[in-house]
T-cell receptor, first 105, second 113 residues
Framework: KNEVEQSPQNLTAQEGEFITINCSYS?????LHWLQQHPGGGIVSLFM???GKKKHGRLIATINIQEKHSSLHITASHPRDSAVYIC???????FGAGTRLTVKP | DTGVSQDPRHKITKRGQNVTFRCDPI?????LYWYRQTLGQGPEFLTY????????KSRLLSDRFSAERPKGSFSTLEIQRTEQGDSAMYLC???????????FGSGTRLTVV
């Protein structure tokens, strides 16, 4: 059983929709990363957060350390948001399996 | 280019051969991480360095795998006697530590035939 779990595994949305990806972890952590991986393998660090909420453009990440849960939201989704989104525990960088997002025009 | 660079980008090798990959982190980053990613899976942690010290190794890192960071700058990951199951993308990342974010390299894709 992976100690970092994401849901859903796959997500298809229409352009413009509001998207939520969830991450739950069973180990205590000090912070959590959200990463984006496009086809071809490049990984980009989106957020690292230890409490509350962070926002960057159309992306919003929230975390509740006590509940061991984080969410990544994308507002006004666009086809270029199509990628795999991965959460990872900061302490030892255990990764979730990723959520494959496809945004259709 | 001030990002994390990995070399080579692609490596095809015959089973049983040894391979070595290199990672050059962002120069001021003292932490360096190696990961392995197979198709459809998230990255799996292999090992990480704080400067030249290897602080943690995953049990995934069998005795055929060895990593070094001799001067606390670039790192190498060597796989001896490669097996087909070693075929994967090998990713390197670096960070300043603390609560700073990570920067990933583009990875080395290994195919063992």
């Amino acid at each position: 059983k992976n100690e970092v779990e994401q849901s859903p595994q796959n997500l298809t949305a229409q352009e413009g929709e509001f998207i939520t990806i969830n991450c739950s972890y069973s180990v205590g952590i000090s912070a959590l990363h959200w990463l984006q991986q496009h086809p071809g393998g490049g990984i980009v660090s989106l957020f690292m957060l230890s409490s509350g909420k962070k926002k960057h453009g159309r992306l919003i990440a929230t975390i509740n350390i006590q509940e061991k849960h984080s969410s990544l939201h994308i507002t006004a989704s666009h086809p270029r948001d199509s990628a795999v989104y991965i959460c990872a525990a900061h302490n030892d960088m255990r990764f979730g399996a990723g959520t494959r997002l496809t945004v259709k025009p | 280019d001030t990002g994390v660079s990995q070399d080579p980008r692609h490596k095809i090798t015959k089973r049983g051969q040894n391979v070595t990959f290199r990672c050059d982190p962002i120069s001021e980053h003292n932490r360096l991480y190696w990961y392995r990613q197979t198709l459809g899976q998230g990255p799996e942690f292999l090992t990480y360095f704080q400067n030249e010290a290897q602080l943690e190794k995953s049990r995934l890192l069998s005795d055929r795998f060895s990593a070094e960071r001799p001067k606390g700058s670039f790192s190498t990951l060597e796989i001896q006697r490669t097996e087909q199951g070693d075929s994967a993308m090998y990713l390197c990342a670096s960070s300043l530590g603390g609560y700073d974010g990570y920067t990933f390299g583009s990875g080395t894709r290994l195919t063992v035939v």
